[in-house]
């Protein structure tokens, strides 16, 4: 799985990029997305994705639907 950014919550504050440990965040036309490609959740590495612990809008990161 992988993580989404909401982009009409996200208010392109910047704080989850460079928390990513995989690098999955980039920013196209100032608005902030996750490859899903790329993006492992975090798992085996931390017990939460780090870009959902460092959003300051709840709810802006979550996870992509199958």
Do not use: R
Not at 11 to 19: A, M
Not at 35 to 53: F, L
């Amino acid at each position: 799985m992988a993580m989404k950014i909401l982009t009409d919550l996200c208010t392109s504050c910047g704080d989850c990029e460079p928390e990513c440990p995989t690098a999955s965040i980039s920013t196209k036309k100032g608005m902030y997305f996750i490859s899903a490609n790329d993006c492992t959740e975090c798992e085996g590495e931390y017990s939460k994705p780090q870009c959902v612990k460092v959003c300051p809008i709840k709810g802006c990161i979550v996870q992509l639907a199958a």
